[in-house]
């Protein structure tokens, strides 16, 4: 199932930037398939220890048989929670993946994928409550806007939005074919690439992804010891720009008490090589900063 479920991005460079002590303690946020967390444990050695997050209950189903591999099922936001029970006052290094996986898209039923006859659902943690249809049925129409416009960069976002009022006060709309439908009478530009940004858009919202992001960046300067990695992959504007300020310590993104040394003056692109093998990896953006 791993190698069907989710091809970790930029492999190699992750880990050089990620791991300076192979008998350090590793916080992986985003498990997924195990992809990054097995690289990890390579690097490691028997004192090494491995504590990895995710919310996807699928996601468990991938864990190794490690006894240095601790994995939680829980949203990263939560980090620091879990690692205070754990009795770990900090790590060496901090490793997220940004990306939703393989194996989520290509489960039909989860509603991620615009090419599926599923419900509007997008959650990853499929024990929440907000779903893509409670965004698209009870969303104001500015709060649409907002969304289109800041996680889809979607250009004709007011247009959008309403017509999805129009139509939401006829019925609700709760299956992709329908809402697939209303989107088509206003698409602007390649019709898949306008689905791909609005459905990224509202995967988002339903997620509270970059909530999410903007909480484990501030804990990650608490958890991590004087030295310790932050390295982090986006495939987002909007969450490389948090990513980037935040290791720079721009006003209004970091914590004045800490500060972090910036590792990548620019992201780390994915080669043309492993974008020929993995078309995911086209969008990834690598940044690293070691805590000072």
Do not use: C, W
Not at 33 to 59: E, K, M, P, S
Not at 144 to 151: E, N
Not at 167 to 177: A, F, K, L, V, W
């Amino acid at each position: 199932m791993t190698s069907e479920y989710h091809v970790p991005v930029l492999l190699k460079e992750s880990m050089d930037y990620l791991i300076d002590d192979p008998a350090g303690i590793y916080v992986d946020v985003t498990y997924g398939a195990g992809g990054h967390a097995r690289a990890i444990l390579t690097r490691l050695n028997a004192r090494g220890q491995l504590v990895a997050f995710d919310r996807d209950l699928d996601a468990l189903e991938n864990k190794e048989d490690d006894a240095r591999l601790r994995l939680v099922h829980s949203n990263f936001a939560f980090v620091d929670r879990f690692l205070r029970y754990y009795e770990i006052p900090v790590v060496d290094g901090v490793f997220a993946d940004l990306g939703v996986s393989s194996h989520q898209f290509d489960e039909m039923d989860r509603g991620f994928s615009y090419f599926s006859d599923a419900d509007l659902d997008m959650r990853m943690n499929q024990n929440q409550d907000r779903t893509a249809a409670a965004v698209i049925n009870t969303y104001s129409g500015d709060d649409l806007v907002r969304i289109f416009s800041d996680y889809g960069q979607i250009r004709n976002a007011k247009t959008l939005a309403g017509r999805i009022l129009e139509e939401r006060n006829r019925r609700p709309i709760s299956r992709i074919p329908e809402f697939i439908e209303i989107i088509q009478k206003v698409s602007r530009g390649n019709p898949i690439r306008y689905q791909a940004q609005i459905f990224q858009a509202i995967r988002i919202e339903v997620n509270d992804e970059i909530g999410a992001l903007r909480k484990l960046l501030q804990t990650s300067a608490k958890i991590l010891r004087p030295g310790g990695s932050l390295v982090v992959l986006t495939y987002h504007s909007v969450e490389d720009r948090l990513v980037k300020h935040f290791m720079k310590g721009s006003p209004g993104y970091g914590d004045d008490h800490f500060s972090f040394e910036v590792l990548t003056r620019k992201p780390v692109l994915a080669s043309d090589d492993e974008i020929k093998r993995n078309p995911r990896a086209s969008s990834a953006k690598l940044r690293a900063a070691r805590k000072k």
